[in-house]
């Protein structure tokens, strides 16, 4: 199983405020700089093959945070897991053109979506183009490798609907925040997302082992919803039927608030970023998706 880290870069001073897409010079802050030293030593005890970054500084500097923990270790630089090309879009307050009628359909069906001027690219272009980057450096650094790209909010959503199999239109429930963490180990038959959005919590669940676990092919999905390696075993061995998976609900696929064959209802649950642990849903409506590069 090849292991990806993706990683978002850290705040900068016009995260949120502004799409600044490839505009040189836009450089992580002083709570940016702070996000990523904290990454940085969470990631430490975790032996990386490789740390890719996207070639704009933001993302450099998250990336040589990482670094600078690994006696030197490079950053590689991969123009395909850049921002996406907003062209004229590029440098313009969100709030601005959250106005414009293309907005709405980048939160609809962004795969529709072609930014306006020369320099604009599609969603789907750059969804292509990342995924594209993953396989290769997959495939270059081999089945047993764990490495790390550093790249931007929409690029992250991408890969990771790729990873799921979903259409990119569907890419907009997926929530990529700055200096989070979202691991997808690839193996023959399928991927599997093994976080997302993490902003905190160990790295055991992600240390290299060796073997395939107590049985079970590595592109086995974990029936029952499996331990989540908190045994030793690899995350895709099948569960011991005599010992309990998880928390009540955990791999019951009428969890979601379905109605139960012994006629009990469960909550709505969503699982944390930094643990497999379920809470309940916060109150409040979710935010749409929107475009934060």
Aim: with cysteine.
């Amino acid at each position: 199983m090849t292991t990806l880290l993706l990683v978002r870069h850290g705040l900068t001073a016009t995260t949120g405020h502004v799409l600044t897409g490839w505009t040189p010079g836009i450089s992580l802050d002083d709570r940016g700089r702070a996000q990523a030293a904290a990454l940085a030593a969470r990631l430490a005890p975790l032996p990386l093959d490789a740390i890719v970054s996207s070639p704009l500084e933001r993302c450099q500097q998250t990336a040589e945070a990482i670094a600078a923990t690994r006696d030197g270790q490079p950053v590689r630089t991969e123009d395909r897991v850049g921002e996406c090309h907003y062209g004229d879009w590029t440098g313009k307050p969100l709030k601005k053109l959250a106005q414009e009628q293309l907005w709405r359909v980048v939160q609809a069906h962004p795969s529709a979506v072609t930014f306006p001027g020369p320099e604009g690219e599609s969603m789907s272009g750059m969804q292509h183009r990342a995924v594209a980057a993953v396989r290769e450096w997959n495939a270059r650094l081999g089945p047993n490798a764990t490495y790390l790209i550093c790249s931007h909010g929409d690029v992250i959503k991408a890969i990771v609907a790729d990873s799921l199999g979903l259409h990119l239109d569907q890419s907009q429930r997926i929530q990529a925040d700055p200096c989070s963490l979202t691991v997808i180990r690839y193996t023959p038959m399928r991927p599997f997302l093994v976080r997302m959005n993490d902003r905190g919590g160990g790295m055991d669940d992600l240390m290299p082992r060796n073997g395939h676990g107590r049985g079970g092919a590595a592109s086995d999905a974990a029936v029952g919803g499996g331990s989540g390696g908190a045994d030793g075993a690899d995350p895709a061995t099948p569960a011991d039927p005599a010992t309990p998976a998880g928390p009540p609900g955990a791999g019951d696929p009428t969890a979601n608030g379905a109605q139960r064959a012994d006629g009990q209802d469960r909550r709505p649950v969503v699982v944390s970023p930094s643990s497999s642990s379920p809470s309940s849903l916060p109150s409040g409506r979710q935010q749409s998706a929107d475009t934060r590069g």
